[in-house]
């Protein structure tokens, strides 16, 4: 499901409770899923051994297991899967590398395990029963339970498994960015109708065995007469706990809760999938999208407005409490929201012009006069997080970084960049003038009022956008860059051509959100590796190509320890700031959400890796009587 979708465990981060616990083992000796080597019949499986829940447990600490099931729930999306786009679709296969995909079609299809929003690194058997692990911790032999069916009522077999894990890896049929996760598989072998096994060559990362267990199971048959690749409309058979309904390409889809979910029973399902009709509708225009809220025809908004939610919810059917506003905890996990400029652009492949192009960004001016005071600005790429470097570079951190000191910038060994404050005038003279020195260094000279290269070339920078909400954020941007010199403007394309040249890099400047797991390593890959830059889809949108890069990320797949892994990631933090591929945006700690009090949810609090909002809340009939 949405929350809890087993792909979808790379968008968690640890607690530090969780670092404590995980270092305590590693002094004790104890190594990544050591408690699981050569055992058998395992009902869930954790990197350090940490299963919350034990193997008779009857259900998830956030759920409501006597929550009715009933009632449609219509919410608009603001997160991207694979390939899904949150305004149109021309395709039902949301794990291909060519289409757009609808929003939200992961909820139709089941995985051999699941992970749950309370814990970072752990996952429990789906469609497996039971998994057991060699003594070198290299082989994962899953048994089938033999009761799960497709939607179709056909049973889901090992041969599906496999089919289906060979063909998401592969990256000329599935997205790329499942293929980059998954290197380390030497083998995958149907041992039976009800039996596959995985066998990783010993290198592989710490989650690449979840990952890969983690990934939808579809049925191959039907396949049989259609490719994988080809953009078509005809629902995927899965063995989830929906299907797709009604839809209309462009405009919504809906998904229906299966009566006859074969795994509704299942402790891990208990309370969940309680709507009978989970309907995603898709908006070009935001102010469209905002009105159909007013009107009732959206039940659910997460606001990603400051504006909007300091200004806008002041209608009616707020008044009349009608409809209900909350803050709810983001997750534990590490974000990262910036303009990522293009360095496969000639203009942005020095690094003191990209250094230049942050110091006229004037964040302090527009949290005030934009955004309410309602931001805090990030300085890392990983915000909110233990991955986030500080100070100066010493100890482990040094001794990672220095074997790359040739390549490095100088200041990578120095204090951690962290962008300059501006005095909130919009237009800082001192930080702009600082930006004219860089560029000149740079090789850029002022010619009638322009920035040009020797060779004439005119410093040109096009920031691609698929929405106008963004055209009023860099405006002041905008100016403080035609004051350098610099021909700068905004293009808003329609969802279609923006996704496809984002997945080409066929743009000058994006604005980048993406945020990283507990154990963020497929994450990294596929945002900051050489092998990722030169993949179209891949999620390198700098072009970053560095050996140190790689570097890191190699050791922060192959640590045996959190302490380690974070070291790691606090290097390539470092680097990735100093280098100045992305001007850092801003975080907020929490989620603004607006909906029609209609819906109930469990008298929990919300779970620290995930909002299961569209599991785990249910249709209140009385309530929606009152409206």
Not at 202 to 207: E, I, V, Y
Not at 536 to 552: C, F, I, W
Request: net charge neutral.
């Amino acid at each position: 499901m949405f929350d809890r979708c087993p792909a979808a465990l790379t968008s968690k981060i640890s607690r530090r409770a969780f670092l404590k616990m995980a270092t305590a083992l590693m002094a004790m000796g104890i190594v990544p899923y050591a408690q699981a080597a050569g055992k058998k019949g395992l009902h869930g499986l954790s990197i350090f051994g940490d299963l919350k829940y034990g193997p008779d447990f009857s259900q998830l600490d956030y759920v409501n297991i006597e929550a009715p099931k009933g009632g449609k729930f219509t919410y608009i999306p603001d997160a991207w899967g694979y390939n899904q786009n949150p305004q149109t679709f021309n395709t039902m296969n949301g794990f291909a590398a060519k289409g757009d995909g609808p929003m939200g079609v992961e909820i139709c299809f089941d995985s051999l395990v699941s992970g749950t929003a309370d814990e970072p690194d752990s996952v429990y058997g789906l469609l497996a029963k039971t998994i057991d692990v060699s003594k070198d911790r290299n082989t994962f032999t899953y048994h089938l339970r033999p009761e799960a069916r497709f939607a179709n009522d056909k049973p889901v077999t090992a041969e599906d498994v496999v089919w289906s894990i060979e063909t998401l890896i592969d990256t000329t049929k599935g997205h790329p960015s499942i293929g980059l996760h998954i290197r380390n598989l030497r083998s995958l072998k149907v041992l039976d109708e009800h039996i596959v096994e995985m066998v990783f060559n010993g290198k592989q990362s710490l989650f690449e065995p979840l990952s890969v267990a983690g990934l939808p199971i579809m049925e191959k048959a039907f396949f049989d007469n259609r490719s994988f690749t080809q953009n078509n409309l005809k629902p995927i058979i899965g063995s989830g706990a929906y299907e797709v309904g009604n839809f209309k390409a462009g405009q919504f889809i809906e998904y229906k809760r299966r009566d006859d979910y074969w795994a509704k029973d299942l402790p891990l399902n208990r309370g969940q999938g309680n709507f009978d009709i989970i309907r995603v509708e898709l908006f070009r225009d935001p102010l469209v999208a905002f009105q159909a809220f007013t009107k009732g025809d959206i039940d659910f908004r997460s606001e990603n407005t400051a504006r909007n939610w300091a200004q806008k919810y002041d209608f009616d059917a707020v008044k009349q409490g009608k409809i209900k506003r909350e803050l709810f905890p983001r997750e534990k996990s590490a974000t990262m929201q910036a303009f990522s400029m293009n360095t496969r652009r000639p203009q942005f492949s020095d690094q003191k012009t990209r250094q230049a192009m942050g110091l006229a960004f004037d964040f302090e001016w527009l949290n005030e006069n934009q955004f309410f005071g309602a931001y805090q600005r990030s300085i890392t790429n990983f915000a909110q997080s233990t991955f986030s470097a500080s100070g100066p570079l010493l100890g482990k951190e040094r001794e990672l970084l220095e074997p790359y000191a040739d390549e490095l910038d100088p200041s990578v060994f120095e204090e951690a960049i962290v962008p300059p404050v501006s005095n909130g005038s919009g237009r800082d003279r001192t930080l702009l003038r600082k930006a004219s020195k860089l560029l000149k260094e740079a090789g850029w000279q002022r010619k009638d009022g322009i920035l040009k290269k020797a060779d004439g070339t005119a410093f040109k920078v096009e920031f691609l956008l698929n929405s106008q909400v963004f055209e009023r954020v860099l405006a002041g941007f905008i100016e403080n860059l035609k004051a350098l010199g610099i021909d700068a403007k905004i293009r808003i394309v329609d969802a279609a051509q923006y996704q496809d040249r984002v997945k080409t890099f066929d743009f000058d400047m994006v604005v980048l959100s993406r945020r990283f797991s507990a154990t963020p390593l497929e994450g990294f890959r596929s945002a900051f590796s050489s092998h990722a830059a030169d993949i179209e889809g891949s999620g390198n949108y700098a072009g970053v190509k560095l050996k140190a890069v790689d570097a890191m990320i190699e050791k922060v797949e192959s640590a045996t320890s959190r302490e380690d892994m974070e070291t790691a990631a606090r290097a390539l933090d470092r680097i990735l700031r100093a280098h100045f591929y992305t001007i850092p945006n801003w975080h907020i700690t929490h989620h603004r959400v607006a909906y029609w009090d209609k819906f109930s949810r469990p008298d929990v609090k919300k779970p620290d890796y995930g909002f299961p909002y569209l599991t785990t809340w249910w249709y209140d009939r009385q309530k929606a009587a009152r409206l």
